[in-house]
């Protein structure tokens, strides 16, 4: 398994021995002894440079010589990097869970990270881009629906197609060490540099927080949705990068 994984199963592991020596059914937590490894987080944060170019290669990839990127990836590329969603949750999003006329995108417990409900709204680049990928979607009930599966089999596009869309992008445009998640690391670092407050940063971009006692309290007994918060973060956010591209 990857460091990330292992990290998971360190950490549930470790809450059912706690819980086991708390019967009385074990003596003691093994895991206590156990490491669960060097991890240093990626620290990558693309330039306004970096971030023009990866926007206007995703804009027409076909002026690139030998780049190949479908217009749903470019679609699917560009609305993680106005959005700041994950990765899956873009590649994976369902035409239902779009409100164009509120400008609202709900993506379901079931797939967010956190297994929580989380309200996206939708700037007005973002909505640029999901009428333009709901357009493109013909009868799929997905907004990315994949290319390699047949008019029976409806499935959306993977999360790894993205990433090798992104891959051979940044080889092509000579970005280097870049990957889709750093768009949305990209997107925090700029909101914060503005000024918009950390919590409404990790709101908008829907971070777990149940690391701590005061952190569970909150996530368990706020129920605040903090749509207008995350609304003005993630119009900010579209501003820019208007700016930047323009």
Do not use: M
């Amino acid at each position: 398994p990857s460091r990330s994984a292992g990290r998971q199963i360190r950490v549930v592991l470790h809450a059912l021995f706690e819980f086991a020596v708390w019967q009385e059914i074990a003596e003691s937590n093994p895991c206590k002894f156990v490491s669960a490894g060097g991890f240093e987080p990626r620290e990558r944060v693309l330039s306004d440079d970096e971030l023009r170019s990866v926007w206007l290669a995703l804009a027409a990839p076909d002026v690139i010589d030998g780049l190949f990127i479908s217009r749903q990836i470019a679609l699917a590329l560009q609305l993680c990097a106005v959005t700041l969603q994950r990765r899956a949750e873009v590649a994976e999003a369902r035409l239902d869970e779009f409100d164009l006329t509120r400008g609202e995108w709900t993506i379901p417990a079931e797939r967010t990270k956190n297994r929580r409900t989380h309200l996206v709204p939708l700037s007005d680049l973002a909505l640029e881009i999901v009428t333009e990928a709901k357009a493109a979607a013909g009868d799929s009930r997905h907004l990315f629906p994949s290319p390699r599966v047949n008019s029976d089999d409806d499935k959306p596009v993977t999360p790894a197609a993205l990433s090798h869309a992104f891959r051979r992008l940044a080889a092509k445009i000579k970005l280097k060490d870049a990957r889709p998640h750093d768009l949305r690391r990209t997107g925090a670092t700029g909101l914060a540099r503005v000024g918009v407050r950390r919590f409404d940063v990790s709101a908008a971009l829907n971070h777990t927080s149940d690391t701590g006692g005061a952190a569970r309290v909150t996530g368990t007994y706020d129920r605040y949705d903090y749509a207008v918060e995350k609304r003005a973060a993630l119009e900010l956010w579209a501003k820019h990068l208007r700016k930047v591209v323009a």
